[in-house]
């Protein structure tokens, strides 16, 4: 009974007499994570007190919770808390359910691009769109989970345990599934079973145990899984893991030529939280973008992209551009980059090619740091293509190797700046903050006043991310203390930790002071 709900098993309790029709529906809502309909179910006469006596007395207080949150009373910076007391692999489950899909969003087919996610009506930036718990989460340290594993092994993991459940009679997860693109055309959704009502009594779907049924899990999989930025539970170090949830891949990829993102995406423990980027219309689609804006590597993109069977002519151009210009293209350059970037891309090329011969930075000398921030100066965008990706990473190890500390807290610095223009609210630039503000207090009382200043700088940039990701606002009204321990918290203990600045120890990063 625990897992068989769906819509015809509602209909089936329906026909018992009160208060027992009530409360079983109220059940099956809550499964099923209509969580206002159980509510409503809950105000029927008796039904409370029946729930209490046959389901369990915390039972009215969870459907309390969970039809607050799905009108969208979620209080992020609590979650945030949470997440941190469970080392980030789960918000505690006494937090609720935490489903909330903004009444304001539709799935709607749209040329081209299957069903996609449209505003009904206008969005304002900073608004919460999603909060989701997963379908099924594949955790870094679980029996079926491989240290080293890849994604496609991840996949099959992922697969097997839905079959299972699909196996299991899970109804709810059976409908949450397959109503998920499957890579099999965009036609009208596959079910193992079409559910009818007769088969309260927890039928055993059609098709089931059939290859059938696995192919399509293994495209839902494939088509729909969010890597979850994990780490193992005894060596701490970052891990990924792999997960389903229900709304959150709903949401089409913007290419290139849909402009920025108008959302952005965090994992809080096990949920994922979408909140909107910028303002959207009604009948504007809410666009995210699959691939992380710190692609150090066109082809990582460009992998992401072939894995969903999407092309984006745009990014192909600007790529096959770079491309060119480090090859050593001569004469003018092609045309999807500004002229600016030819001098960066060979200067990069050049020192490339220098530390991947010599094995390391250690052989890089001056000029050649010189000149590669020089160019990078000259040519700054509000993009950000994976070759200045590099650059930036090897301005900040190189900077800390010839200016000191101050240089290398400047690039990373930058980065995230530039993160924040290309991505704005995207979880990497808040990490990045976060993680440079770590940096600041253990300096703290060392700092020169160049120190000090871009510190200023931190301080403020990571209150605004507290302010869009906690509240949906430009800025935090509560005093400072409120919000900082739980969001930085948060910020630094999840995701993962990202090239040299993230390992190198605060010991060795404060014993480099400078004057620059
Ligand atoms: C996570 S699903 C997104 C929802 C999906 N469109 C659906 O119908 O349920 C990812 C798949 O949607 C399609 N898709 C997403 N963004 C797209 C885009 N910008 N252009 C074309 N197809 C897109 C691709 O088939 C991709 O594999």
Known sequence: MLQGFNKACVEECSLLGAPASG?????????MGDWKAAKKAMEEPRVLQWTCEHVGMTFPM?????????????????????????QHVVVPEDMGPLRFESSKLERKELPGRGLGVVAKADIALGELLIAARPIELIRPGDPDWQYQADMAYLEEVLTRRLLHRCMDCDASCIEEVFSLFDGQGHGARWAPHAWRSDDFALPMPQGAASA????????????????????????????????????PPMINHALESDGR????????????????????RAGEEVLDRYSTPLADHFEFTLHTLAAHGMRDPVYEATAASWQALQEGFH?????????????????????????????????????????????????????????????????????????????????RSELARRLGLARPMHFAQVKLWAELLE?????????????????????????????????????METSAGEWKQSFVDWARGSGYSYEWFSTVSLEEFAKQPSEL
């Open 212 to 247: 059938e049924l696995y192919a399509r899990l293994r495209g839902v999989v494939k088509h729909n899984a969010h890597r979850w930025p994990g780490k193992h539970p005894s060596s701490s170090l970052p891990a990924p893991g792999l997960g389903l949830w229900l709304w």
């Open 261 to 280: 993102p108008n959302c952005a995406h965090v994992f809080v423990g096990d949920v994922m939280l979408f909140r909107a980027t910028a303002p959207i």
């Open 439 to 475: 940096r600041f207090e253990h300096l703290k009382g060392s700092l020169s006043s160049k120190e000090e200043k871009l510190l200023e700088e931190v301080d403020s940039d990571v209150s605004k991310c507290a302010a869009f990701w906690t509240l949906g606002r430009a800025s």
């Open 23 to 31: 409360g079983l529906r109220a059940q099956a809502y809550a499964q």
């Open 62 to 86: 969870l459907v309390d919770l969970g039809a607050r949150q799905s009108s969208g009373e979620i209080d992020v910076l609590n979650l945030m808390g949470g997440a941190s007391i469970m």
């Open 331 to 411: 004469g003018a350059p092609p045309p999807q980059l500004p002229a600016e970037k030819k001098p960066l891309a060979e200067t990069l090329a050049a020192i490339e090619r220098k530390v991947t011969w010599s094995n390391g930075v250690h052989s890089v000398v001056l000029p050649e740091y010189e000149a590669l921030r020089d160019r990078y100066k000259a040519s700054k965008s509000d993009s950000l293509a994976p070759p200045e990706v590099r650059a930036l990473n090897l301005l900040c190890v190189l900077g800390f190797k010839f200016e000191g500390r101050a240089a290398a807290l400047e690039w």
